[in-house]
């Protein structure tokens, strides 16, 4: 299982936190209190932050959210033989997916499909197909995501693919 994929509880436990504090706004509170928190994922080194609420719990939300992420774009595993996860398999269907940006299923997505182009060169269709999704669908899935869609134009790149419109 990928680790964007991971249950927050166990994520956390892959994970050293720190708080601290940031300046800016939200005043005193902000200012005097370690609202900040930084995950860093051991396994992988990779690193996000929450600082700009006033609340840490609300801080902590945002930091696993930018560790989902960070973790599904830096992180690669060989895709699944068998075929797509569970998860996928229940956000497709004919030949679309279905997930929001902001649904906490959304980096455990992206982390699929780029691990799928991974193995496939970075070319959509294959990997569209390996997945039971259109090109177009895997193509809209990224493109959400500036990160994600930069990653696969630079990818494709290296590999000496067109760029993607």
Known sequence: MHPAALPAATLFEECDETRTRRSGPGGQHRNKVETAVILVHRPTGLAAEGS?????????????????????????LPPDPTGPSPLWRSRASGGRLVVAIDHHDYPA?????????????????????????????????????????????????????????
Request: aromatic share 2%; glycine share 4%.
């Open 52 to 76: 700009e609420r006033r609340s840490q719990a609300e801080n902590r939300s945002v930091a696993l959210r930018r560790l989902r992420l960070a973790l599904a774009l830096g992180h690669r």
């Open 109 to 165: 997505l992206v982390a699929e499909a780029l691990d799928r182009l991974d193995a496939a060169g970075w070319n959509l269709p294959p990997a569209a197909a390996a997945l039971g999704i259109t090109p177009s669908q895997l193509a809209r899935l990224l493109r959400r995501e500036p990160a994600a869609w930069t990653l696969l134009a630079h990818k494709r790149a290296a590999v000496g693919l067109r760029p993607l419109a």
